[in-house]
């Protein structure tokens, strides 16, 4: 399984950004994606996971402000950030992991910048 992100940049805080994430090789119609971050100096954090179901879930830090969607092929996952804070500053990683399973495939990731 590849995984490849896109979308990320520099934007002002209080703007928006779409990431984007492709996955190839053996995808399996239950697999489940979403996207992690991580911050100078600071751990890789869970930002938002989806099923191929469309059932979502949210770190604190991310709700009411982010939204993950699915493509209709379920081989992508969107990350739709509003309202961005610098605190958001992040390399973001998309993931895929099989349902009911720990190991996660990993995407190199996008960096976002947001200035102050």
């Known amino acids: 399984v590849q995984l490849q992100a896109s979308g990320g940049g520099l934007v002002q805080a209080g703007g928006s950004l779409r990431l984007s994430c492709a996955a190839s090789g053996s995808i399996l119609s239950n697999d489940v994606m979403g996207w992690y971050r991580q911050a100078p100096g600071e751990q890789r954090e869970l930002v938002a996971t989806?099923?191929?179901?469309?059932?979502?879930d949210y770190a604190e830090s991310a709700e009411d402000r982010f939204t993950i969607s699915r493509g209709n092929r379920k081989n992508t996952v969107y990350l739709q950030m509003d309202s961005l804070k610098p605190e958001d500053t992040a390399v973001y990683y998309c993931?895929?992991?099989?349902?009911?399973?720990?190991?996660?495939?990993w995407g190199r990731g996008t960096l976002v910048t947001v200035s102050s």
């Open positions: 989806i099923t191929s179901g469309g059932t979502a």
């Open positions: 993931y895929l992991r099989r349902l009911q399973r720990p190991f996660k495939y």
